[in-house]
């Protein structure tokens, strides 16, 4: 188990407010992603980070930002919430194989 | 375009029967293919994996087949338990992708029923 948390677990947001979701990880692995879960589109890559202040998108980048400023945690922001963005987020970090860790998730509503 | 598909979203079994869960592929350059498993209110947790250099991978009651030709692969479960229901996500990644990224397929909701 890598040993990672996802806070919060669940958020209930207003349209246009910005968001930070957090991911910690306590296993020092270098690469970590975000991905939201949709139905219909399974796990869908937002973005993913390979180290320190390294980042880059995924295939649904549009409107989030992310930040890695320490090995342990991955920020994903929210910029300006729409409601295209409620979804159930997962953090996920990957150690020396190709398999993924993934924390609990987030429930994000925007309303 | 989705490169994993899943094509059914859910499979209902009996229990003690085999189930069997589909996933097909379009990027030829997939070379490693994993399924997760996903309870409710959980993060998916790794269930079985195999390379391409492979076309069947076994563990206990769990058994991935891959037919490269085809670009498909199955996981069956056998004998299937009640405590198997669960979303199934099948996921694939290219050797050489250097952050061995995962694309995941939709998911296929498994219901085992007692």
């Known amino acids: 188990d890598a040993g990672i948390t996802q806070s919060p677990r669940h958020k209930v947001t207003e349209t246009g407010t910005p968001v930070t979701l957090r991911c910690h990880q306590t296993?020092?692995?270098?690469?970590m992603y975000w991905y939201r879960q949709d139905p219909g589109h399974g796990l869908r890559l937002i973005h993913y980070?390979?180290?320190?202040?390294?980042?880059d998108k995924g295939e649904v980048s549009d409107g989030y930002s992310v930040s890695r400023s320490k090995t342990e945690d991955f920020l994903l922001t929210l910029e300006s919430a729409t409601s295209s963005q409620t979804s159930v987020y997962f953090c996920a970090t990957r150690a020396g194989n190709y398999g993924y860790t993934f924390g609990s998730g987030t429930r994000l509503t925007v309303v | 375009d989705q490169q994993v598909k899943q094509n059914s979203p859910s499979l209902s079994v009996q229990e003690g029967r085999i189930s069997i869960l589909n996933c097909d592929y379009t990027?030829?350059?997939?070379?490693?293919f994993l399924w997760y498993k996903k309870y409710p209110a959980e993060g998916p947790t790794f269930l079985i994996s195999i390379s391409s250099i492979k076309d069947k991978n076994e563990d206990g009651r769990f058994t991935v087949f891959l037919n490269k030709s085809a670009k498909h692969l199955s996981l069956h479960i056998v004998p299937s338990q009640p405590g198997d229901s669960a979303v199934y996500f099948c996921a694939a990644s290219p050797y050489n992708n250097a952050g061995n990224m995962l694309t995941f397929g939709g998911g296929t909701r498994l219901m085992v029923k007692p």
């Open positions: 296993e020092n692995h270098r690469y």
């Open positions: 990027n030829s350059m997939f070379d490693y």
């Open positions: 980070s390979y180290g320190v202040k390294d980042t």
